[in-house]
Nanobody, 119 residues
Framework: QVQLVESGGGLVQAGGSLRLSCAASGRTFSIRAMGWFRQAPGKERDIVARIPWSGGDTTYYADSVKGRFTISRDNAKNTVYLQMNSLKPEDTAVYYC???????????WGQGTQVSVSS
């Protein structure tokens, strides 16, 4: 079992920045990759960014956030970050931390953190 706890959400004006953090605990050795998803009201949960947990830095970003968001990790702290710059009202959503595991089909999820961007 891996537990994920997000922090760093809040309310910001358009053009502003926020940094989300996700701390992992438990069987972290089983993690293959970590990522951030978001879900706006009435919409599906979509991937925002993903990064390998170890052994590489090939990241993935959704087209909508490329050039504005940066995902990074600190393995010593078992934490993944999402730096969000130039925020837009359409970035408003609940952001969820996600962990993919070796040998398991089921991912781990955090409880979510609200990000609200006002125009």
């Amino acid at each position: 079992q891996v537990q994920l706890v997000e922090s760093g959400g809040g309310l910001v004006q358009a053009g502003g920045s926020l940094r989300l953090s996700c701390a992992a605990s438990g069987r972290t050795f089983s993690i293959r990759a970590m990522g951030w998803f978001r879900q706006a009201p009435g919409k599906e949960r979509d991937i925002v960014a993903r990064i390998p947990w170890s052994g590489g830095d090939t990241t993935y970003y959704a087209d909508s956030v490329k050039g504005r968001f940066t995902i990074s990790r600190d393995n010593a702290k078992n934490t993944v970050y999402l730096q969000m710059n130039s925020l837009k009202p359409e970035d408003t959503a609940v952001y969820y931390c996600n962990a993919m595991h070796y040998g398991l089909s089921e991912d781990s999820w955090g409880q979510g953190t609200q990000v609200s961007v006002s125009s």
